[in-house]
């Protein structure tokens, strides 16, 4: 089937399925032409970030962990980025990170082994049919014709105005996760000791940061919980959601 229809032919029928159903058919969708006895690492061809195929994690992983798997991690990492449009000769891939340069935590083992930056926008990617490339670049028209809304890039905007923070400071070093505490110190709340991100203090009033400094509080449970207090409706309702927007 995947072979047969469009990728975005097959994204409309993955949608279009019932919540637990659409999990399971992605897959099956999506890798039904591989032969894992000879794959070593695999995609997702909407994202593109890679999973080694691992012995004693996946079904049929065939790379041992250890010294093996980090060798297939190297290879990827150094090869991935010289993928060029065989038209432009435009560089697709500007970096490929190892997971835990990216993330830390209990749920690591659920991101890609490798994660893909690409050096435009993702969505701009397809497999190139006829050519020896796997990929090409999208022309503005057919862009058009997915009626793509947006996509996502590493580096982002980040712009704040209110009392304590200074006018026109430029901010430089922040992250994505720097938002939350620093929303919640401005908020007068106490910042989780387990939340990761730290208080942009740079921006503030050097006065204002004195009178009043940040509140820490203890950790909000074990580090591997899960439980949000949802009811186990609320939870299949907005698991329901993510998977209609792809996210699952």
């Given amino acids: 089937m995947h072979s047969l229809l469009p990728f975005q032919t097959l994204t409309k029928v993955r949608r279009s399925l019932p919540g637990r159903l659409r999990s399971g058919t992605s897959a099956q969708i999506l890798f039904s032409d591989i032969d894992w006895s000879t794959t070593k690492a695999f995609s997702e061809e909407i994202r593109g970030n ?6 004693g994690r996946d079904a049929q992983g065939i790379v041992e962990p250890g010294a093996e798997y980090e060798s297939i ?3 990827v990492i150094a090869e991935l980025p010289k993928l060029t449009d065989p038209e432009t000769n435009q560089q697709l891939i500007r970096r490929v990170y190892r997971r835990e340069e990216l993330f830390h935590g209990p749920f690591l083992e659920n991101i890609p082994d490798l994660v893909v930056e690409a050096a435009g926008a993702p969505d701009m990617f397809r497999p190139h049919t006829g050519h020896d490339s796997a990929v090409r ?10 009626k793509t809304s947006g996509s996502h890039l590493m580096n982002g905007m980040f712009l704040i105005k209110g009392h304590g923070v200074q006018a026109g400071k430029e901010i430089t070093g922040a992250e994505l996760i720097d938002v939350t505490p620093t929303i919640l110190y401005l908020m007068g709340q106490p910042i989780p000791g387990d939340m990761d991100g730290k208080v942009l203090t740079s921006i503030l009033e050097p006065s204002f940061l004195d009178a009043n400094p940040p509140r820490f509080s203890s950790a909000g449970g074990d580090e591997g919980s899960t439980d949000v207090g949802y009811s186990d409706e609320e939870a299949e309702k907005i698991r ?9």
């Avoid at 670049?137 to 997915?146: F, H, N």
């Fill in 137 to 146: 670049v999208l022309s503005r028209e057919e862009m058009k014709k997915l």
């Fill in 73 to 75: 991690r190297d290879q």
């Fill in 50 to 55: 890679i999973w080694i195929n691992l012995k």
């Fill in 240 to 248: 329901e959601q993510l998977e209609g927007l792809g996210y699952l």
